[in-house]
């Protein structure tokens, strides 16, 4: 295998309008594949079933996989139920649970429900707090802590979570400034954005650097992550089918259709795995893969059996979900 950073392939559901069922059919199948992980979005305002309750239950279908909320709003629940909430998935799925979470997208859901929605900074500054607040009710005995919007009084989080020295923490959003420099602060994981480039992954990186470096923080402990959908075929006549396929879905001209997918993977498995070094080569190393729904097992496979492991990637594959 060649040398160079652990590649992380984790299949992204949104998962809107599907059944319990199904769900549990890709979840399983990721599993018994070998992807690292899987992910549900965290919305309420939508045709979907709730998304930590869902988790809850496909760990008790899954056995290897991680499961990770991406990403949860911050403002659907406070940081101390929510502390309590991903220690008990962490012990009952045996360690597997990483948490994803942000500042809460553009308020369509808070408002729908009734729930506040102040400005991006407040937000940003509210995440902060609760991730501050999250990982030391994870890691203290106790904890007490008096906020500027959280505060604990001799609070506890028992089971505390299996993950030691604490499960890993994902925080996605968009922009530079404010989620960025939360990013830097506190993040294990970056999720920025939606099928950037990799060009504009190197400014990004860029960016983050600076606010490490005034964070006091080594960039190299960040993950750098990319959301992307996935098509692949087995052969070039059989992209030509599937983007002809997708046009007509669409409504566009065949080349107009490949034109927006210009930043997705896309092609044959050498195509794809080509496009994915890409990435490697600026700076990624956990992708987040959107299938075409209804995701197809057949998908599945075909990525896991002829991408995921290929030394053409010059990264090694990352399917063992440690932590440390």
Not at 8 to 31: F, N, P, W
Not at 88 to 108: F, P
Not at 150 to 179: K, M, S, W
Request: glycine residues 10%; aromatic residues 8%.
């Amino acid at each position: 295998m060649a040398d160079g950073p652990a590649i992380k392939y984790m299949v992204r559901v949104h998962h809107a309008g599907y059944t319990y069922q199904e769900l549990r059919r890709i979840c399983t199948a990721s599993d018994s594949l070998g992807y690292y992980g899987a992910t549900l979005y965290d919305l309420m305002n939508a045709p979907a079933l709730e998304c930590w309750a869902t988790l809850s239950a496909l760990s008790a279908e899954t056995h290897r996989i991680r499961l990770m909320p991406l990403v949860l709003a911050v403002l659907y629940r406070s940081p101390g139920l929510l502390a309590k909430m991903a220690a008990t998935l962490d012990v009952i799925s045996g360690g597997r649970m990483e948490l994803g979470i942000g500042a809460g997208g553009d308020g369509r859901d808070h408002r729908a429900y009734g729930l506040a929605f102040p400005e991006t900074p407040r937000r940003v500054e509210m995440l902060e707090e609760a991730v501050m607040a999250i990982k030391g009710l994870w890691t203290a005995p106790e904890l007490s802590y008096n906020g500027t919007y959280y505060q604990f009084d001799n609070a506890i989080c028992e089971p505390r979570p299996l993950q030691a020295p604490r499960p890993p923490v994902l925080i996605g959003g968009h922009g530079q400034t404010h989620i960025l420099r939360a990013v830097a602060r506190h993040a294990d994981v970056c999720n920025m954005g939606f099928e950037m480039g990799p060009d504009e992954h190197k400014a990004m990186l860029g960016v983050l650097e600076e606010h490490c470096r005034q964070a006091g923080r080594d960039m190299r402990e960040i993950e750098v992550s990319h959301n992307t959908r996935v098509k692949i075929a087995a052969n070039e006549d059989g992209v030509r089918s599937m983007l002809e396929e997708g046009a007509r879905a669409a409504g566009m001209p065949v080349e107009r259709y490949r034109q927006s997918l210009q930043n997705a993977i896309v092609g044959t498995p050498e195509q794809c795995a080509s496009r994915i070094r890409t990435y490697v080569d600026a700076g990624v190393t956990r992708f987040f893969l959107i299938f075409p729904d209804p995701i197809p097992t057949e998908s599945l496979e075909l990525f896991a059996s002829t991408v995921m492991n290929r030394e053409s990637q010059g990264g090694q594959f990352d399917n063992a979900g440690a932590y440390g």
